[in-house]
C-alpha cells in the first residue's frame, strides 16, 4: 500500500483501531506508579540522515512516538492527534518538539521516514537506527513491540504490533507525563498547554 494513500487513511481511522497491543489503552500507567525511570540519553538518526541526540533539541519539552511507516491506522491517527494537538497551541507549541522513533527499523530507513513525516506536522522529526540502537531506546522507554506475521492477503511480509503511547518529556529526555491511545487533540492540547505555564 502506498504511502501516498495515507491522508486518506486517516480520514477512515474509525474502522481500524487495530489490536496492536496497545499498553496505554489498557490503562497502564508506565512511569508514576513504577519504580523503573522512563526515558534517558538517546542517539539515532533523523530523517535527514543527521546524528541526532535528546541534547539537540535544547530546553524544549518533546513529545515522542514510537510507530512506523507502514502502520495502516493507529499509527498515522496518533500522529494527526499530535499535529492538531500543536496547532490548536498555536505560538506555544514552539516549546514542544514532536518526535517519531520507528519501531521497525528495518524498512523505516533514512528515505522511508523522509517520505513519511511531512504528511503530519511541519516540525515533526523522525527517528531511526540500527536494530539495536532502536532496540535499547523502545526498552528505555517501555516500548513493546513485536514482529507478526502479515494476514493472508497482505502484500507486506509483516506488520509490527506495538505500544501506543505518546510520551511528554522534559529536556534531556525525563520524563513529564502521557497520553493513552485514543486521547483527544483539544485534551492533549489542554494538557500540553498546563504543563507549558
Known amino acids: 500500500m502506498s504511502r501516498l494513500l495515507i491522508p486518506g487513511i486517516v480520514a477512515l ?6 489490536i496492536a497491543i496497545i499498553l496505554g489503552s ?3 500507567q508506565p512511569a508514576q506508579t513504577s519504580s523503573v525511570p522512563i526515558g534517558g540519553p538517546f542517539e539515532l538518526t533523523n530523517h535527514l540522515g543527521e546524528r541526532t541526540t535528546e541534547q539537540d533539541f535544547g530546553d524544549k519539552l518533546l513529545l515522542i512516538y514510537f510507530g512506523f511507516t507502514f502502520c495502516p491506522d493507529i499509527c498515522p ?3 494527526q492527534i499530535v499535529s492538531a494537538a500543536l496547532d490548536q497551541l498555536g505560538e506555544k507549541a514552539e516549546a514542544i518538539q ?5 519501531v521497525d527499523p528495518e524498512r523505516d530507513t533514512v528515505e522511508a521516514m523522509a517520505d513519511y ?6 516540525r515533526l522529526v523522525g527517528l531511526t537506527g540500527s536494530v539495536e540502537e532502536i532496540e535499547k531506546v523502545a526498552n528505555a522507554y517501555g516500548i513493546y513491540h513485536v514482529k507478526e ?3 493472508d492477503g497482505s502484500a507486506l511480509e509483516y506488520t509490527v504490533n506495538h505500544s501506543s503511547i505518546v510520551y511528554l518529556m522534559k529536556p534531556g529526555g525525563h520524563y513529564l507525563d502521557h497520553f493513552t ?7 492533549m492540547a489542554k494538557r500540553l498547554s498546563e504543563h507549558l505555564s
Do not use: N, W
Open 98 to 102: 514532536p518526535i517519531f522513533i520507528t
Open 117 to 122: 513525516v511531512p504528511f503530519f506536522h511541519p
Open 26 to 28: 489498557q490503562g497502564e
Open 181 to 187: 491511545h485514543g486521547v483527544k487533540s483539544d485534551a
Open 13 to 18: 481511522l474509525g474502522i481500524g483501531a487495530v
Open 149 to 151: 506475521p502479515s494476514k
Open 77 to 79: 491517527a496518533e500522529l
